[in-house]
């Protein structure tokens, strides 16, 4: 092959790379399915909210996971940090607008991201996971300590959030005002995620995750890279703590805990890391079947969850969306 | 310091524990030179190249280039210098096709990798460059491919692709050959002996017939210390050379 006079773009690596940004047909159907969920089931919109500010913490989870391949436990850090800024602004009286309140939990969250990133990212593997549990649990004593401001293990609860826009109140008995704002927050925090993992700052961390000694060897500053996706990551983490605090009008120790970061894992995981689209699949698959377990099943219902976990693990290490793709490659198999 | 060498170490060392791996070598490479570093097993080969790329700091000694002292420099910083390296074993982006494994190091090297705004394959100069240097290596007809499907030969090229994408002014190819089966390894010599000829090529290999078609100067380490250097001819005359190196291959 030669060079044709055109140049290269015509060449179908040229053209797989330029068009895998490209909006798919398929893509608006998840946040048109949203939107119905809205009309469709007015009373479950709380269990709604719920999922969307899972899928943006599994969201923000894949960004250090799934792209930059950073291992961690300890990724409630930033929900709680979120979550206890908007929480302690608005019940101390300082600041109660929700959306400057989503700034803010973003800027603690990227803030306390870099200042453990700096020093975490110089490890990695088992001491780098211990490390992330490690300064969870610091956090979430240290949220437990500070009982005046925190509300310690009682948390703070009732917080007056302002209505969105001066006009929509929050009300925690129909969260119909929640329900979209939050799926707003969620497109606008996707829509950057999105941008992200394609642009060649994207694609140089998936060469960190696919080969670190490499990355070295091509001049890549790798622990800037990492520390940088892992404070985006973080602000990303502290938005959907904050926007799950305003929901509630509520903040409590559980949002900095590990039962939270491991579940967003499991989601994350189950979803299939490293997609975008894995932290909605995930989220959804796993809140839907933990609900309806719980009901059928009200003592054993995390047997069940359990095991499907087992399968994935064992059958499936790309989530229900490797299924998905190892499929359609099957039936198209010159699609990528 | 017009006779500064391109890249010159001086006495340097290594030692890990007990073990000198690096014995107060003193080496020199010129301009556009081909070079070759031969040596029995465990004889430090790799670790000089460590040395060189600033994988490993040495425990005594200096490395110059052009004169300059870069000895304290780090890794990411002497690419920026020019100095790029293949690896003995395969370390490629195994799931990602082989454009994207050389459009990471051209876009590392212009410049391009921090932006986080355009779709990296908007980048029209970084993938131009990426599908041009593959097709001089005969790559372009596999650029779509992911890289872990390549034959391995073929991955071995990528290997060179990546280091070629940083437009090095030296290049150390530890062993390019290595793990190759014999009906594939022509294409990488073929690919060494059609390199740039303003970069300089330093090569660790076990194939004595790549090393004594390719190399204009050959050095050879033994215990982590230089033991002879010189013109292909005078190595393969040296008697020495010979007992503790050449004489277990098969070679007269």
């Known amino acids: ?336 | 310091m017009t006779s500064a060498p391109l890249l010159e170490t001086r006495a340097l060392r290594r030692n890990f524990g007990a073990l000198a791996a690096a014995r107060d070598i003193d080496f020199r490479l010129e301009a556009g030179a081909r070079h070759a570093l031969i040596g029995p097993n465990g004889a430090g080969k790799t670790t000089f190249i460590n040395l060189l790329t600033g994988v490993v700091r040495p425990t005594a000694g200096v490395i110059l280039m052009n004169g300059r002292d870069i000895t304290a420099v780090p890794e990411a910083e002497r690419v920026k210098l020019g100095i790029a390296r293949t690896f003995q074993i395969n370390r490629l982006f195994r799931r990602l096709s082989v454009l994207e494994n050389v459009y990471i190091a051209v876009a590392e090297r212009v410049g391009a990798a921090p932006s986080m705004r355009r779709p990296a394959g908007l980048r029209r100069d970084v993938v131009e460059e990426s599908m041009e240097l593959l097709d001089t290596l005969k790559l372009s007809a596999d650029a779509a491919r992911r890289v872990s499907e390549l034959p391995y030969g073929r991955q071995r090229l990528v290997e060179i692709a990546i280091a070629l994408g940083l437009e090095p002014r030296v290049l150390l190819l530890d062993e390019p050959a290595a793990g190759v089966p014999s009906a594939e390894s022509h294409i990488i010599l073929d690919a060494v002996e059609r390199l740039p000829r303003q970069i300089a090529v330093l090569i660790i290999d076990h194939d004595m017939d790549l090393v004594f078609r390719f190399a204009q100067r050959i050095t050879v380490l033994v215990s982590g210390a230089v033991f002879a250097t010189g013109s292909p001819r005078e190595i393969g005359a040296n008697p020495d050379v010979r007992a503790v190196y050449l004489g277990q291959v098969a070679r007269g």
């Open chain 1, 1 to 336: 092959m030669t060079a044709p006079p055109t140049g290269w773009s015509d060449h179908p690596a040229a053209r797989a790379l330029a068009g895998r940004h490209r909006l798919r047909a398929w893509e608006p159907i998840p946040w048109l399915l949203a939107l119905a969920f809205y009309f469709a089931f007015p009373k479950y919109l709380g269990f709604g909210t719920e999922v969307l500010v899972t899928i943006l913490f599994a969201l923000s989870l894949d960004l250090v996971l799934g792209y930059a391949g950073i291992v961690t436990l300890g990724h409630a850090a930033f929900f709680g940090a979120g979550a206890y800024t908007v929480g302690m602004l608005a019940k101390h009286g300082i600041w109660n607008e929700p959306i400057t309140g989503l700034i803010l939990a973003a800027l603690v969250a990227a803030l306390i991201g870099l200042g453990s990133g700096v020093v975490l990212l110089r490890t990695q593997g088992l001491t780098l996971l211990m490390l992330t549990l490690c300064t969870m649990a610091l956090l979430e004593e240290a949220a437990n300590l500070a009982h005046d401001y925190t509300g310690g293990f009682d948390g703070l609860d009732s917080l007056p959030i302002a209505p969105l826009l001066g006009w929509f109140e929050f009300n925690p008995l129909y969260p119909r005002t929640q329900y979209l704002y939050v799926l707003s927050v969620l497109f606008v925090c996707f829509v950057f995620v999105r941008t992200l993992v394609y642009s060649p700052f994207g694609q140089s961390l998936t060469g960190i995750r696919e080969n670190t000694l490499r990355m070295h060897a091509v001049g890549a500053p790798v622990r800037r890279r990492l520390v940088l996706c892992y404070v985006l990551s973080a602000a990303i983490a502290g938005v959907a703590g904050g926007v799950w605090a305003q929901a509630n009008a509520y903040v409590n120790l559980g949002t900095l805990g590990l039962d939270r970061a491991a579940t967003v894992l499991i989601i994350l995981v189950l979803g299939g890391h490293g997609r975008l689209y894995g932290a909605f699949v995930g989220a959804v698959a796993y809140m839907a079947l933990a609900h309806f377990l719980s009901k059928i099943y009200p003592t054993a219902w995390q047997l069940g969850l359990g095991l499907l976990l087992v399968v994935i693990a064992l059958f499936a290490k790309n989530g229900i969306l490797g299924i998905v793709e190892a499929a359609v490659r099957r039936h198209a198999p010159r699609v990528t």
